[in-house]
């Protein structure tokens, strides 16, 4: 019985994607866990890895070709089977595990869940669709039809250098807007049989201060973004635990440490490593909440915050409680590197049960975060700074960094919330216990 993988919500909020690249062909044979295609989205591109095995008896869409999640892309089955075009309608074979059929694949909200709905017809999957004439639609990938909006730049005029004349992120190169045109403002308010008041209040803005506007159209991933930061403020209980830690033995440990190591740390690698070591101490606090119980963790992964053209990502570094700082660093370094190229994979924007958001870098010294769901809790990193700190009654210079941690209530109880920063807090003050 053959099986039809359907194209799965590879990023939350999805609705839309494109194969940007086949890794695999017609009569290979793959198993689970093997890379089937690089999918493109408006956010980045994943690569997309199968949770069946057997031959590939057919790809159902073409390359650069966009695709409603939960619309059939490919057709798996046994050797020498027969890639029948009735299964790709619902008439025969089996969905793949991998990504529910149209009607079961969850959404967060009714837009999603309307354009998860199969709209493939038998004549319609019974060939490679042909693109149809609109080429801004059909030949512009997701994420250049993003790029495109955000920068104002006109495609119109583009020739694609992409599977079918499509145009690819690389076509962009060079381009730039088209000046916006500047509306003039009048030099007197023109008549009008509406009333005096309505006809001022109406003009008053423009008149008294000349200055206009522009409207930049929300891209798919902002309306992520508001959609997932608003669900989480207003269905999960927040609460905030704040603490300076003084980190000068972390800053003096840093210089030594980046003076021999081949791959530089940050105080950022420290954070993430304090953090881990904080929840081998806390293991309570591994957790994330669920629709009947709560979740616990044996491992530490967490996401980090990673700022993008036009959003945020959080991709997920594993078992950090077993890295050494070194590795953190590299770890973190290549995930940020290629989620601002778009090359991150699907498995890491999945899991974690915590986050760190690090500002410090910009100058702010102290913060609250929003919780990501299902994570239970964000740490927020403030600047490490030089100010007045009293000692045995004495006042001399410390180095003090100020972090915010951000709990869900219904995962975290006061006390234990407190247990875990107080944990990280002695770490970050004493980094040498993080590297032996």
């Not at 020498?80 to 059929?101: M, R, T, V």
């Not at 206009?212 to 669900?231: F, W, Y």
């Amino acid at each position: 019985m053959s099986t039809v993988v359907r194209m799965p919500e590879v990023l939350a909020g999805t609705t839309e994607a494109a194969i940007q690249t086949w890794m695999v062909a017609v009569g290979q044979k793959i198993t689970v866990g093997m890379p089937l295609a690089e999918v493109e989205t408006e956010k980045a591109n994943v690569e997309y890895a199968s949770e069946v095995e057997g031959t590939v008896l057919k790809l159902v869409v073409a390359e650069g070709e966009d695709v409603r999640v939960g619309d059939p892309i490919l057709l798996v089955g046994a050797e020498g089977e027969s890639a029948d075009n009735a299964e790709l309608n619902g008439s025969g074979g089996e969905s793949s595990p991998e990504a529910n059929p149209p009607q079961a694949v969850p959404a967060e909200d009714s837009a999603a869940s309307e354009s998860s709905v199969s709209q493939a017809s038998a004549s319609e999957t019974s060939q490679i669709p042909a693109a149809p004439a609109d080429s801004s639609r059909r030949f512009t990938s997701p994420l250049v039809r993003r790029l495109a909006k955000e920068q104002g730049l006109d495609l119109s005029d583009v020739t694609g250098s992409g599977p079918g004349g499509r145009i690819v992120r690389r076509d962009l190169e060079g381009l730039s807007a088209p000046e916006q045109a500047t509306a003039a403002v009048p030099e007197s308010a023109p008549e009008s049989s509406a009333p005096a008041t309505t006809q001022a209040a109406t003009a008053a803005p423009v008149v008294s201060t000349g200055a206009t506007t522009t409207d930049v159209p929300h891209t798919g991933m902002r309306k992520a973004i508001a959609r997932r930061l608003t669900e989480s403020k207003s269905t999960v209980p927040h609460f905030y635990l704040v603490a300076d830690c003084r980190v000068d033995r972390l800053v003096a440990l840093r210089k030594e440490v980046n003076e021999s190591a081949s791959v530089k740390v940050s105080i950022n690698d420290f954070v993430l490593k304090a953090s881990a070591m904080a929840f081998v101490d806390v293991p309570d606090a591994n957790a994330t909440w669920g629709e009947s119980a709560i979740t616990r963790y044996s491992s530490v992964d967490m996401s980090v915050a990673v700022a993008i053209d036009g959003g945020l990502l959080t991709p997920v570094l594993r078992s950090v409680e077993r890295q050494t700082l070194t590795e953190i660093a590299r770890g973190v370094a290549d995930l940020a590197e290629r989620s601002k190229a778009g090359r991150i994979k699907q498995h890491e924007l999945e899991g974690g049960s915590f986050a760190v958001s690090n500002l410090g870098m910009y100058g702010v010294t102290e913060f609250s975060a929003i919780i990501n769901p299902p994570q239970s809790a964000i740490l927020a990193v403030g600047l490490a700074r030089q100010q007045p700190v009293v000692v045995d009654g004495a006042i001399e210079v410390g180095t003090i960094m100020t972090v915010t941690l951000s709990a869900d209530h219904r995962v975290l109880d006061g006390a234990l919330a407190a247990q875990w920063l107080a944990a990280f807090v002695r770490h970050i003050e004493n980094p040498l216990r993080m590297l032996v």
